[in-house]
């Protein structure tokens, strides 16, 4: 069975700070997809990245920056200079495999609240 | 509009009634899901439409819970003889497996408040 955990429930930052927040998951599928997710107060869960079991290579977009280490089975997501617009609740999500392109069936983490207080 | 659409936005409704709550997906997009959050049991996946494919239910809770999807597009998730337990936001996504990454895209959710 699939599972994702999201150690950290609630974590509160002051704007410009650097913060990570971990994913661990644990699958017995070789080729799996893994997933960020934010939802902002408004509700809607806004894709942030995805990541194929076979790739890696970290990734920056911004601010944004993820950490894939298949030795961990750890897909950590770290932002950096925080900004209050940050707030919001983040969810790391895992899919399995179908025909070479990820499966919408996803399994999520409990997700992290975050808070950047300006 | 261009992203999913959901309705009602909120639902009240006594314990023991019927709910059907609908999902207007991104046009185009093959495939819907649909998905429930609740405090205790965070994100969990319901069901999957993928094009005619007869769809996967493996995540419905009980035969309480239905769902369909018309003519490819608009689907309904009904709830019959609503419980107190049912009460959540019902999120319902969709993707498409030709253009893009197959990311799912989602829509605000009908939350749901079973009295």
């Known amino acids: 069975a699939q599972k994702v955990t999201q150690a950290q429930t609630e974590i509160s930052v002051v704007e410009k700070e650097d913060v990570t927040l971990d994913c661990v998951y644990e699958?017995?599928?070789?080729?799996?997809?893994l997933f960020w997710y934010k939802q902002p107060p408004s509700g809607e869960l806004v894709f942030l990245i995805r990541r194929n079991s076979f790739d890696e290579q970290n990734e920056i977009s911004g601010r944004y920056s993820w950490n894939f280490q298949k030795s961990t089975s750890s897909f950590n997501f770290t932002i950096t200079a925080s900004q209050v617009v940050d707030s919001a609740v983040y969810f790391c999500a895992l899919s399995e495999n179908a025909g070479g392109t990820s499966y919408g069936k996803l399994t999520f983490g409990q997700g992290t609240i975050l808070t950047v207080h300006p | 509009g261009a992203g999913v659409s959901q309705s009602p936005s909120n639902k009240v409704t006594e314990k023991g009634k019927d709910v059907e709550l609908r999902c207007d997906p991104i046009s185009g997009h093959t495939a819907l899901y649909w998905y429930r959050q609740s405090l205790g049991q965070g994100l969990e996946f319901l069901i999957y439409?993928?094009?005619?494919?007869?769809?996967?239910k493996s995540g419905l809770p009980s035969d309480r819970f239905s769902a369909e999807r018309t003519g490819g597009s608009v689907s309904t998730l009904t709830i019959q003889r609503t419980q107190q337990e049912d009460s959540a936001v019902y999120l319902c996504?969709?993707?498409?497996?030709?253009?893009?990454?197959?990311?799912?895209?989602f829509g605000e959710g009908s939350r749901l408040t079973v009295l």
């Open positions: 699958t017995r599928d070789t080729t799996y997809y």
């Open positions: 996504a969709s993707s498409s497996r030709i253009v893009g990454t197959g990311e799912l895209f």
């Open positions: 439409f993928q094009g005619n494919s007869a769809p996967d």
